[in-house]
């Protein structure tokens, strides 16, 4: 994603002035590194003006809980429920298509000569969001029935929310009617999942250790698993 976007800029600059030159009107003073546990990362930055910033990119949800305002049409206002409904409303659809999609927020006049923590992401300012296209391969869908007719089943692991996900998934034929999160897996007890594994397909939203869980839970219950990438596992039964 990073790549991308570094990519669209370099090509939008040649248009717009106010994204020439990013890397040398901009010193990168810190930077609190993404976790899946927040889902967002900051760099601290400090300006040609010597006005130093938290900029902070991550899921939308998540962005949105710890904004306090919006940055709309040049103005700065406080986030109402109307407009948190009305973002999230957006978001879902571009996510309906398939899109991921950053939030991305900022709050400047902090100081440089700070040990800045995950506690200082808040009172932020939502300037906007990106969104992401990343379509399925067109062997994907082939590969995965050509896979089940030989005798392997084919389960998603991802850390995508479950709109994304189900664009996704239906695009190449898996089953998300009984889609499961991260949030649902916490809840169970290992036999709890050890019969839920067996009868679902897709699992969205999950952290590095919830899919962990899943795949020994696989282990345990005597099936072969092949893990691929950060969402795709194949196993046989």
Not at 21 to 45: A, H
Not at 79 to 84: K, L
Not at 190 to 213: G, H, I, M, N, W
């Amino acid at each position: 994603m990073d790549r991308a976007i570094i990519s669209r800029t370099e090509k939008e600059a040649k248009e717009h002035a106010i994204l020439q030159n990013l890397d040398t009107s901009f010193q990168k003073i810190d930077e609190l590194p993404f976790d899946f546990e927040r889902r967002r990362m900051s760099v601290i930055v400090k300006d040609d003006s010597n006005v130093v910033s938290m900029v902070t990119k991550g899921a939308l949800e998540e962005m949105l809980n710890i904004s306090t305002h919006v940055e709309y049409r040049g103005e700065i206002i406080p986030i109402t429920e109307g407009i948190r409904q009305e973002v999230l409303a957006e978001v879902g659809q571009l996510n309906r298509q398939g899109l991921r999609v950053l939030g991305v927020g900022y709050k400047s006049g902090l100081r440089e000569d700070y040990a800045y923590a995950v506690d200082d992401e808040s009172d932020m300012i939502l300037t906007g969001y990106l969104a992401f296209l990343d379509p399925p391969k067109p062997s994907a869908a082939p590969a995965i029935q050509a896979l089940l007719e030989h005798g392997v089943r084919t389960k998603i692991l991802t850390g995508d929310n479950e709109k994304v996900t189900q664009a996704i998934c239906e695009k190449v034929g898996l089953d998300v009617e009984h889609m499961l999160l991260g949030a649902d897996i916490d809840q169970m007890t290992d036999q709890e999942l050890a019969e839920v594994v067996e009868k679902v397909t897709v699992f969205a939203k999950l952290s590095p250790d919830q899919k962990a869980r899943i795949i020994l839970q696989l282990k345990k219950n005597g099936h072969g698993v092949g893990y691929m990438g950060t969402v795709l596992m194949t196993l046989h039964p």
